[in-house]
């Protein structure tokens, strides 16, 4: 099992319902966020191209938190989900400047955080509270080690690319282009 | 033209538009660590060498300097903790990945030796303040606590050495191991952490001395140290010179952007190139007070510490 | 009390030390709240899920609420269902919890009052202010007769005071929805296809081979399904053409996207027909079948090449023609898109025209992948006495306007500063759900029209501008509090949606129907509101409509059968429209007679004056207008405008990112706060643009307060469609100061 998220950029309008969703499915205090958009523009009116991303925590399987985490609190589940354990967590900071994402903050309670891929959803088997709320229907959620699922066969029919793929530590968000 | 824009409004405190996770007290850390790793490497080393009588600053003056160091460095690092409750988590486990699980470890050695090694010369350094505190004669089990240091002072020596140079290591690794942050992320780092804590010892251990001889040899120690540092600075800007655009961008803050004043100025020619001349002449044999080029080291060993993670932390791959 | 001089209050004086003192009392014991959640998590396991329809924007996506015992809305989850959403509500919809949990919401009744020589509110019971309102109506009732207390409404209250006036014996009742928004386009299909487009659009998207959108900004607009569909036909490989002077989302979206020049949508349009007939590749079938006045048409566009509209649009001839090909072989899967906010240069009802038109010769009217022919339930009314007949109403207000369909607030607005001297003199408002203030042009005007009032209600649930001008203030519970009438939008088919309180209102807010129902009661209206409670009212509708309560709180939303026939035209059957001549009217007739053009030409508009930029507005995906700005969680994603700004003009005018900068009109007006700039290629070296609704000026707005530009700010000159009386609102010009103009300015 190994799980992923691909997002279509050529649908997403950057609407950013999945960051309100996050927020109230995962009671993201208000000033936070797990996930967020980015809008990269380029060239010359009338010659401009635009690319909208829904981003988050990349799921890394070479995953620097994990690594340099003290205490263990950061750690990988099945399906290669990596998560912070609260009350394991000294608020070190240390996965927080390692991460070339810059996926992770402190929770105001001091505690590091970041997206789950909604685990708690998973476990009910729901899809991320962000993919289930898509408007565009852009994002699409499940098992990369199944040749057959969704995810696995967007991935072999299109044109994709991943976030600072330089850093080396192999992330689990893939970007239709 | 190219833009590049959170759309959802992100300001997530202390993560944008920078990172500022790390603090003063992690610099304070960092530098007071490597001060400690330098005086506890030259304690242990003129111990093992059998020079105590010869350089009792180094082997036994000073040492009272890596004690308080390492407890404030620790307090400093427990004050920049989010989750203090949960500090003890640290304990729990050894992440052999993990620079800051290694530092815990090391620390947690290292500070208690510290403390046994100064105290084993308490009664020799500060008789006076013994005859006023009169803990001995209170408490009667420092005494074999106090023979069998003595006895066994060597095998602490021994121990000391590696875990000193892995304490200077590590504040650079600390540092060095992220990725994620491409001023930072560089193999030079290390060593010249070490060298640069080494050399803040020298120069704390030339301070307190008051005997000529020993002076001379710790400037002239100080000034090798020194010339390691340069080349490893120059080094880690040659790296990053031939690095990709991220370390490109990182070098610019260093070189041209708005660490260059504090690096250069406080670092590279305040804190190592002037008082590198000055020992030198020193050396020759002109009279230099030489207190002035060791409070320049120790300024620029902590200056150095600051800039590294104040700029570090402005170095990111995206946005 | 006193008529005249009615200075705007912030009701920020009041009501903040309850407030203060119960936020410190959570905070002080230093909550952990992570074991807090965790606890939390663990009892509330099993929320309690409320079935609703969201009511962030008139889209009215039915909903599931998901509440805590404790009463704290958790999540609105949207309707697997439901035709308006699919189960997927939009970011305003999710974040829709925090119109609840807004601290800054109007809390209890205010009245104006005087103290000291200083107009301010105080507090008041919801019986004194009742009262209160019901003798001030019953005074002008008495004197000047109900049609002169006016109802400016928006919103699912609306329906509820609209029934409490019509049964005053008042249709004196306007919304800025339609003068100010998408009346034009109304009047444009009315009078093409005998159909108003309405809401929402029955464009089959999802099954388009071509989307035509001109300056609508779907993924921008976030019209639910309409963003759905736009995405499923991405998916479906459709061509999507976008006709915008700013690089739109859609447009980023689009295989073609051109630039056109402001103000010359018309011109394009024409030209497209051009080439369509010119080339002979228009539906003939179609056309020969459903249209009139073709032959007409023809000659009139003749003229019209690409060679010429390249001069007006700056589009080039060969794009043009490329277009309508891919439009042509499209068809009749294609959709211009007709728009929702289309009051922009005053000839709006005619380009609408010009649109319906187009789609008439592609044959996309009644053609999959074209407009659906939608299906709507009409939900029984309950019963209750007979309206009186008012004498005179938003019509005869309106009368200047032959194709009003609605009541058109700008109208209002003139009659009552017009006063005794109007031959409909207004002398009260009642203002539900719209913030007037931020969605009227002309501000001054809207004030003076408020100064000139005997009487103003205001009735919403946040601190907006217009609450501070009012006599009486009441508060209304958001959606999410409150029973609503029954949702019933035509759609491809027909269904129903109800709204069931899913939480107590908070604070001392009342649902509008118990308003409507108090105040009516109190002018001795009562056999109008024969119930104790609205729920009566949706229970005896929804068993008329087969169904029960019972059975709608489980489902939320039901979907009914299509009984008119197919979705679509079929092939061997004639097509009536409700226009003159039964057919598609390319010639209207009815248009000619009136004296306006009975086929749309173009006319040119004015240019911005050197120094100055065209003002362009457009939404935020986030937000709904003005009245999200403060929604802390929506506010989180935007809390601020940026004055967008291309590269060049930044570079003349020496303009840095993030620079704070403030605008002047051609008028001489002057932003209230600074916006900061944003240089980008996304828009023309003619124009700026900011997303509409922020710039609010009420501090007790804590979140909205100060921050960006409002444009309706710098609205201040109009162009009134002369077939409906809509407001062109995009013919103001603005420059950039970057001095701050207010610092000499007293405070």
């Keep these: 099992m190994r799980y992923a998220m691909v997002i279509d950029t050529l649908k997403c309008v950057g609407c950013s319902d999945c960051v309100v969703a996050c927020q109230t499915e995962n009671d993201v205090p208000i000033g936070y966020c797990r996930d967020w958009i980015t809008e990269s523009v380029h060239g010359t009116y009338p010659n401009v191209v635009m690319e909208l991303k829904s981003e988050r925590c990349n799921h890394c399987e070479k995953a620097p938190c994990v690594r340099c985490c003290p205490t263990g609190a950061s750690h990988i589940v099945d399906g290669g989900i990596v998560l912070v354990t609260p009350n394991e967590c000294i608020g070190c900071g240390a996965c927080i400047e390692s991460c070339p994402y810059d996926a992770r903050f402190q929770h105001p309670d001091g505690y590091v955080d970041k997206c789950t891929f909604c685990h708690h959803r998973l476990e009910k088997g729901q899809q991320p509270a962000c993919v289930s709320v898509c408007p565009t229907k852009c994002m699409y959620f499940g098992d990369l080690d199944n040749p057959n699922s969704e995810v696995s066969q967007l991935l072999k029919n299109r044109k994709h690319k991943t976030l600072a793929p330089e850093a080396g530590t192999k992330p689990h968000i893939y970007y239709l282009i | 033209m190219q833009e590049e824009l959170f759309t959802s409004g992100r300001h997530i405190p202390n993560i944008d538009p920078s990172l500022q996770i790390w603090h003063w007290p992690i610099s304070l850390y960092l530098f007071l660590g490597g001060l400690a790793a330098g005086i506890l490497f030259f304690a242990a080393l003129f111990y093992i060498l059998g020079k105590d009588k010869e350089y009792p600053t180094a082997v036994k003056i000073a040492s009272i300097v890596p004690p308080i160091a390492l407890s404030i460095g620790l307090l400093a690092l427990v004050y920049d903790l989010t989750h203090k409750l949960y500090t003890w988590q640290l304990y729990t486990t050894f992440r052999i990945e993990s620079p800051m699980s290694w530092g815990a470890w090391v620390l947690l050695i290292v500070t208690p030796l510290s403390f046994l090694w100064t105290f084993s010369y308490y009664r020799e350094v500060y008789p006076k303040m013994e005859a006023k505190l009169k803990l001995f004669q209170r408490l009667k089990f420092l005494n074999s606590l106090e023979a069998f240091l003595s006895k066994n002072r060597i095998y602490i020596a021994y121990a000391l050495i590696p875990l000193a140079l892995i304490l200077g290591v590590y504040t650079g690794i600390l540092l060095s191991a992220f990725n994620a942050r491409p001023l930072w992320n560089n193999a030079i780092l290390g060593p010249l952490f070490l060298t640069s804590g080494l050399s803040t010892g020298a120069a704390a251990i030339i301070l307190l001395s008051k005997d000529k001889h020993e002076r001379h040899l710790f400037g002239k120690i100080d000034l090798a140290l020194i010339i390691v540092e340069l080349a490893l600075i120059v080094h880690m800007i040659m790296g990053y010179y031939a690095g990709s655009q991220v370390q490109l961008e990182a070098m610019q803050l260093l070189v041209g952007g708005d660490f260059t004043v504090m690096f250069f100025g406080f670092v590279v020619i ?50 | 009390m006193t008529t005249s001089r009615r200075k705007f209050i912030k009701i920020s004086a009041l009501g903040l030390g309850g407030l203060a003192a119960g936020t410190t009392a959570i905070k002080m014991f230093g909550t952990n709240s992570y074991l807090d959640t965790l606890a939390a998590k663990s009892i509330t396991k099993n929320f309690n899920r409320t079935a609703t329809y969201c009511e962030v924007c008139f889209w009215k996506c039915a909903a599931w609420a998901y509440s805590d015992d404790e009463g704290n809305i958790q999540k609105i989850i949207g309707n697997d269902d439901d035709s308006h959403c699919n189960g997927r509500l939009c970011p305003r919809g999710t974040g829709g919890v925090g119109m609840y949990s807004d601290t800054d919401r109007l809390k209890t009744p205010l009245i104006r009052t005087t103290i000291n020589g200083e107009e301010t509110y105080r507090e008041a019971s919801w019986e004194e202010a009742l009262d209160l309102i019901a003798s001030k109506f019953k005074g002008i009732k008495d004197t000047y007769g109900a049609e002169s207390i006016a109802l400016l409404k928006h919103g ?79 998916d479906n490989g459709a061509t999507i053409i976008t006709v915008d002077p700013r690089f739109s989302t859609a447009a980023s979206k689009s295989e073609h996207w051109l630039a056109i020049k402001p103000a010359t949508d018309i011109a394009l349009l024409l030209s497209w027909m051009h080439v369509l007939i010119e080339e002979d590749i228009y539906n003939k079938k179609y056309v020969e079948k459903n249209t009139s006045g073709f032959e007409q048409l023809k000659a009139h566009v003749k003229k019209y090449t690409p060679e010429w509209a390249y001069g007006i649009t700056t589009i080039k001839p060969e794009d043009i023609r490329k277009t309508a090909r891919i439009m042509a072989n499209a068809a009749p899967s294609a959709i211009i898109h007709p728009g929702r906010h289309v009051t922009w240069y005053g000839d709006d009802s005619q380009r609408e025209r010009a649109i319906a038109i187009l789609n008439g010769l592609l044959g996309s009217w009644g053609n999959r992948g074209g407009f659906y022919l939608k299906e709507g339930l009409k939900v029984p009314d309950f019963p209750c006495p007979e309206y009186p007949e008012p004498k005179w109403g938003w019509k005869e207000i309106g009368e200047k306007y032959p194709y009003a369909e609605m009541g058109n607030t700008s109208e209002v607005i003139n009659a009552t500063i017009a006063g005794s001297n109007s031959k409909y003199p207004i002398k009260a408002w009642m203002v539900a759900g719209t913030n007037l203030i931020h969605t009227l042009p002309q501000r001054d005007k809207t004030i003076e029209a408020i100064n000139a009032l005997d009487f103003m209600v205001v009735i919403d649930t946040m601190p907006m501008e217009i609450t501070g001008y009012a006599d009486v203030v009441l508060p209304e519970c958001t959606y999410l509090e409150r029973y609503d009438d029954i949702r019933s939008a035509p759609n491809r088919n027909p269904s129903i949606a109800i709204r069931i309180p899913a939480v107590k209102p908070k604070y001392d807010s009342k649902p509008a129907w118990w308003i409507s129902k108090q105040i009516g009661e109190r002018l001795g209206l009562g056999d109008y509101f024969n119930y104790n409670d609205f729920e009566e009212v949706i229970e005896w509708q929804l068993q008329q409509l087969g169904t029960s309560l019972e059975e709608m709180k489980k489902l939320g939303v039901k979907n009914y059968d299509r009984k008119s026939g197919p979705l679509f035209f079929e092939e061997n059957k004639t097509n009536v429209f409700a226009t003159p001549t039964g057919k598609i009217e390319f010639y209207s007739h009815d248009l000619a007679n009136k004296g306006f053009d009975p086929i749309p030409v173009y006319t040119p508009h004015p240019e911005p004056p050197q120094g100055f930029y065209r003002l362009n507005y457009g939404r935020s995906p986030m937000h709904t207008f003005s009245r999200t700005i403060n929604n802390p969680n929506l506010n989180d994603l935007k809390s601020e405008n940026t004055l967008w700004v291309n590269p060049k003009v930044a570079r003349i005018l020496g303009l840095q990112k993030n620079q704070e900068v403030w605008l002047k009109n051609q008028d001489n007006v002057l932003s209230t706060f600074s916006i900061k700039v944003r240089v980008t290629e996304r828009v023309r070296w003619d124009s700026v643009y900011m997303y509409h609704g922020f710039g609010h000026n009420n501090k007790k707005l804590t979140r909205a307060f100060g921050k960006g530009v409002s444009d309706t700010d710098l609205i201040t000159k109009i162009v009134v469609d002369p077939l409906m009386g809509g407001t062109g609102l995009r013919g103001n010009f603005v420059s950039i100061l970057t001095e701050n103009p207010h610092k000499n300015e007293a405070i």
């Design chain 2, 270 to 319: 305040l804190g190592l190139l002037v008082p590198a001349v000055m020992e030198l002449i020193d050396l020759i044999g002109f009279k230099v007070p030489v207190i002035v080029p060791a409070t320049l080291v120790i300024i620029g060993g902590l200056v150095f510490r600051f800039v590294m993670v104040e700029a570090g932390q402005l170095t990111r791959y995206l946005y």
């Design chain 3, 156 to 234: 699912s209250p609306g329906s509820h005071l609209e029934h409490l006036f019509k049964a005053m014996g008042s249709d004196t009742i306007a919304e800025p929805a339609y003068a100010q928004c998408r009346g034009p386009r109304e009047t444009g299909f009315g009078l093409t296809y005998g159909s108003w487009v309405g809401s929402p659009e029955p464009t089959d998207i999802r099954d388009t081979k071509c989307l035509v959108l001109i300056g609508s900004h779907i993924g921008e607009n976030m019209h639910n399904t309409q963003v759905q569909e736009m995405s499923d036909a991405i």
